[in-house]
């Protein structure tokens, strides 16, 4: 249970409830101590074994005395349980025990282990950290105990941890409680609940609000409300976490947590009150109940003197923090040497405090010859603790124990972990939860030969490899047994040394756009003794042929065959198919007795169906809406001796365990049928393609040549629910393929993804005139429709890259036929301002979004939508504010919209026509205003009467540069740039000069007579090329228009038509 306290005043005027909801009644709020146990039938007990069988689990009710009189496990039972089916999920009081009637037998003391599912057991706790219940001292008596807190479970395990010294174990049991109350509502994604307060809005000093849910989508609103003075409150998961937001006027409040969620907000959202002064001279002291590590501390005054205002002088008391911090690449490991071959330990502390963004890696790992051995790894972003206690030669995996603790520990935030081993017990703790288990086996002691390591397991004889994947993070605090590893390994103590790996790291360049090469930077060159040796290999060009490898099915009794499916352990299928038709078998293979088939079973139903020996086990995924709609959809299926798995499309996975006992081999002996089954019957009919079984695509449009009733290919393409063209880019559909019409995009390359930047020097400038439509548009009788669409709402969408170390620089500005304006410039700082004049009698409208200096030759993303008054800015990924405009008038007849230097101009503010003057230095990338890319107009419709370009406008890949290495200035970008230009270029230097030197005069005619040629047919395409520029439909919510508006991040450049190959 999560529970979430505010306090201060929380102004709101609805509250609603996006995800999951579970309201639970408490239990002592009810009567719940009815016995669960009595009326069980006998197959909900289970044991571990039992002695006889009149002394079977059946026989363990309380009070009963027909049978043996209760359970008794065989005496050479070493993991002796008693386990109870509930049948239903209930809430769980009291339980009660006795020992086995009529004998000498009973259990003096017990641990209870509680599941929902039988498979995975939590041990109870009492309140003072006690984990096992008293017993009984004879074999009638009823022993009964109250739990300090109910527990809401179906499944109980009994395990005996001493029993009668005169006798044996013997146990009747009984389980007191009730059926477990709760409501719960189903959230499909698409739809809310509203909480509607009585009147029109709700000021609050304290608020609980509590909920339990599940989900398998990373992110989702789960409770939001807002209120018209700015307050609001939002809980919603965030990639996998939850996040908190909370703003009370003064008071902005944020926490995000994983796993341990209930803890971290509980605690952080406990906003103590300190009693504070009673006079102006007196020193009230207030000792911490439990210190904190931090650097800034914000006081915040709840009350203060009736006679006159606030006034504070503070003191804070404490210490410097010391810790030591030993930072692991992911190629190195710290081994501590003992000073003996070998050491043998009866209790062991292992204490640490970690943070990484990698879901894997070792970071302690011990291992003796006998086969002891001790690892903590990371796994999937879990804790996994592995331990060892016994001889592997003698009792092998008798004393092995696996423990896996926490969730999303790979999130760059600290996590501290502290391993607790005394002989078989171990307690295991992550940040605040424990886990309590015990090793199996005959030995008590750990038996580790040599050395220790942390970060990885080097493997001996090979210096420099390693066993499994290292830790890449950060270390703090990290003891061994009292011993601090980390300071020894500062003070250069003997009993530590590194390890690091000799790696061979081979790139591939997977792209065009990364070559030509023109540098490679080496790191890590300052340590004696290292060296990096570089090849760049040959030029292989190739693409995903099987992408759209498809077929295509019109008969139902029509099929495609394959060898047999080889799947014995385990296989992984994946495919697209595209239907109208209400069911069909997309593969099927079968066996003599066992089958695999993947089918659409009905209109809204995938099946995975399979038999191992065991029984048909089936998988379906249902989905909300029709999947025969002629659209494209995902299935993958999986299946292996653990597991099997469905995914349609983002719906949910589908996940079932295989049994523990029975057949896991899969025997197939006939063809692989795709399309259809060995009757002819149930066929599909539509489109298969991209199926890929085991890793290997199958070559469809190959066997469909042969067969038929099946065609090659499959025409739809662009009907996909995927995006194949991005950033306003079109699809147009191809016989064997698609073409991406990118002429509306501030994007080119196949999918309107490559990115379109430009270098200004300075001077220069790019003026795009509206007063005919550019390149977009198609004929001359849809000119004017189409300048006034731009213009027919109070609405803008601007995006765009830049860098540059110029101050004052103008990046943008928009002026109309009416004196309007809108401008983005840099100050003499390097903040950025956005300006907007739309009311020639008023002072225009002034914003700074942000005041750190964005003139740091750094690339920065500027996104505006304005909305009538409303405007959203985003700068990169850190801003992202929504400012309120004097009026929500529009850009009344745009004239003009220009990139870098602009002229003086009447009615325009003198800091604007500062920055104007100056222009701008740098590099622009990827320029998108409302449906027009002036940026990509100027550099394909050159010689056009609407784009008028100043200066020295050259192409280039600056932009690119930049956002790789950030951290150079733009003068060092350029650099690069232009020594690559030098390496491209140098060899064709001499043949120019030669040329000129030869034929000068000839170069000058021909000069003339190209330059003219080229200007009267680039005129004539830009005319063919017209079409108008288009609003789109107005939509009620400006936020969701604006995030998909800005959404033009990625590479960009070219923007003529690119076609997929």
């Not at 959230?187 to 609980?208: A, E, H, I």
Request: glycine share 8%; charged share 20%; aromatic share 8%.
């Amino acid at each position: 249970m999560m529970v979430l306290g505010m306090m201060d005043a929380l102004s709101l005027h609805a509250l609603a409830l996006f995800c999951a909801l579970r309201t639970t009644l408490a239990a002592n709020n009810y009567h719940c101590n009815g016995p669960l146990v009595s009326a069980l039938p006998p197959t909900s007990f289970k044991s571990s074994s039992s002695s006889s069988d009149s002394q079977s689990p059946y026989f363990a009710k309380l009070n009963r005395r027909d049978g043996g009189g209760g359970w008794a496990p065989e005496r050479t039972d070493r993991l002796r349980w008693l386990q109870v089916d509930l049948r239903e999920r209930v809430e769980v009081t009291a339980v009660a025990t006795q020992g086995r009637f009529g004998s000498p037998d009973w259990v003096t003391s017990y641990m209870l282990l509680y599941s929902d599912t039988g498979r995975a057991w939590k041990q109870f706790r009492q309140e003072d950290n006690i984990g096992t219940f008293p017993g009984n001292t004879n074999s009638d008596g009823v022993v009964h105990h109250k739990l300090s807190h109910s527990i809401r479970t179906r499944f109980l395990r009994f395990l005996p941890m001493d029993w009668s010294p005169g006798g044996w174990m013997g146990l009747r049991v009984e389980v007191y409680g009730c059926a477990y109350k709760s409501d719960v509502a189903d959230f499909n994604g698409r739809s809310s609940l509203l909480y509607r307060f009585n009147q029109k809005s709700t000021s609050t000093v304290k608020d609980v609000i509590s909920l339990r849910f599940k989900s398998q989508r990373a992110d989702g609103v789960l409770v939001h409300g807002e209120g018209q003075r700015g307050d609001y409150i939002t809980l919603e998961l965030h990639k996998g976490r939850l996040a908190l937001h909370i703003n009370l006027g003064f008071f902005h409040f944020v926490e995000m947590c994983g796993s341990l969620c209930s803890f971290i907000i509980a605690t952080a959202l406990q906003l103590e009150t300190f009693p504070g002064n009673t006079n102006s001279d007196g020193v009230v002291h207030h000792k911490l109940s439990h210190s904190i590590r931090t650097r800034f501390l914000r006081f915040l005054p709840m009350d203060w003197s009736p006679g006159g205002w606030m006034g504070l002088r503070v003191e804070v008391y404490g210490c410097a923090y010391k810790s030591d911090v030993a930072d692991f690449n992911g190629r190195s490991s710290l081994l501590y040497r003992f000073n003996q071959k070998s050491t043998s330990t009866v209790k062991d502390v292992i204490s640490l405090r970690f943070k990484s963004q990698r879901a894997d890696g070792v970071l302690v790992h011990g291992e003796g010859q006998r086969g002891d051995y001790i690892t903590l790894e990371l796994h999937k972003g879990r804790l996994a603790l592995h331990i060892n206690l016994d001889d592997a030669k003698t009792h092998p995996s008798s004393g092995h124990v696996s423990v896996f603790l926490g969730g999303l520990l790979d999130d760059q935030h600290w996590h501290s972990v502290l391993i607790e081993r005394f002989n078989k017990q171990i307690n295991f703790t992550v940040d605040r939860l424990t886990k309590h288990v015990r090793t199996g086996g005959l030995d008590d002691s750990l038996e580790v030969d040599y050395e220790l390591s942390f970060g990885g397991i080097p493997l001996p004889g090979k210096p420099g490899t390693f066993l499994r994947k290292n830790f890449h993070g950060c270390m703090e605090n990290l003891y061994y047994n009292g011993v601090n590893i980390i300071d020894l390994a500062k003070r250069r103590k003997p009993q530590i040394y590194s390890v690091v790996s000799m790696e061979n790291d081979t790139g591939v360049l997977s792209y065009k756009e990364h070559l030509p090469v023109t540098e490679i930077l080496v790191g890590d060159t300052n340590r004696s003794g290292s060296e990096a040796i570089y090849r760049i290999g040959s030029l292989h060009c190739y693409g995903d042929r099987f992408l759209w490898n498809a077929a295509s099915f019109y008969q139902e009794s029509s099929y495609l065959h394959f060898p047999t499916l080889q799947a014995e352990l385990s296989v992984d299928i994946s495919l697209y198919f595209k239907t109208t038709a209400p069911s069909g078998v997309f593969l099927e293979n079968l066996g003599t007795k066992d089958f695999i088939r993947l089918e659409l079973s009905a209109p809204s139903v995938v099946t995975f169906t399979f038999d191992v020996g065991n029984g048909p086990v089936v998988l379906t995924v249902k989905s909300h809406v029709p999947l025969n709609d002629k659209q494209w959809h995902y299935v993958r299926a999986e299946r292996n001796v653990r597991e099997a798995s469905l995914q349609v499309d983002q719906l949910p996975l589908r996940f079932l365990e295989a049994p523990s006992e029975g057949h896991t081999h899969l025997q197939l002996n006939s063809q692989l049928f795709i399309g259809g089954t060995a009757s002819r019957q149930r066929g599909f009919l539509g489109c298969i393609r991209s199926l890929n079984i085991n890793g290997m695509t199958l070559d469809l449009e190959e066997r469909a040549k042969m067969t038929p009733g099946v065609s090659s290919g499959c025409p739809g393409h662009c009907s996909s629910q995927n995006s194949l063209c991005r950033n306003r880019g079109k699809c147009i559909e191809k016989s064997s393929g698609y073409v991406c019409d990118c002429t509306h995009s501030a994007y080119g390359g196949p999918n309107c993804k490559k990115e379109v930047s430009v270098s200004f020097e300075s001077g220069s400038s790019v003026t795009y005139t509206f007063q005919e439509p550019f390149s977009v548009m198609r004929n001359h009788s849809r000119q004017s429709s189409a300048i006034f669409a731009q213009s027919s709402n109070s609405r803008e969408s601007i995006a765009f890259s830049f860098v540059t170390t110029q101050t004052p620089a103008m990046l943008l500005t928009v002026n109309t036929y009416h004196q309007q304006y809108m401008a983005i410039i840099l100050t003499h700082n390097g903040s950025l301002q956005i300006w907007y004049r739309l009311n020639r009698e008023k002072d225009p409208d002034i914003f700074m979004p942000t005041s750190l200096n964005l003139a740091n030759g750094e690339l920065h993303r500027v996104q505006i939508h304005r909305e009538g008054r409303d405007m959203y800015v985003q700068i990169d990924k850190d801003t992202n504010l929504k400012y309120s405009l004097s009026t929500d008038k529009e850009l009344i007849t745009i004239r003009s919209l220009t990139l870098g230097k602009v002229t003086g101009r009447a009615g325009v503010d003198e800091e604007v026509l500062l920055a104007g003057s100056r222009g701008f230095i740098g590099c622009l990338s990827s320029v998108q205003f409302n449906h027009l890319a002036p940026l990509k107009a100027a550099i394909l419709n050159r010689g056009s009467s609407l784009v008028n370009v100043l200066g020295n406008l050259v192409e280039s890949n600056c932009g690119e540069l930049a956002d790789k290495s950030s951290s150079r200035s733009l003068s060092d970008s350029a650099d690069t740039g232009s020594r690559g230009k030098k390496l491209t270029n140098a060899q064709n230097d001499s043949a120019v000069i030669g040329g000129l030197i030869a034929a000068v005069v000839l170069i000058t005619l021909c000069a003339v007579a190209v330059m003219t040629r080229f200007l009267y047919r680039h005129r004539h395409d830009r005319t063919r090329q017209m079409a108008p520029v288009k609003e789109k439909d107005h939509q009620p919510r400006p936020e969701l228009r604006y995030r998909a508006e800005l959404d033009l991040h990625s590479a960009m450049r070219d923007s003529r038509k690119e076609y997929f190959i």
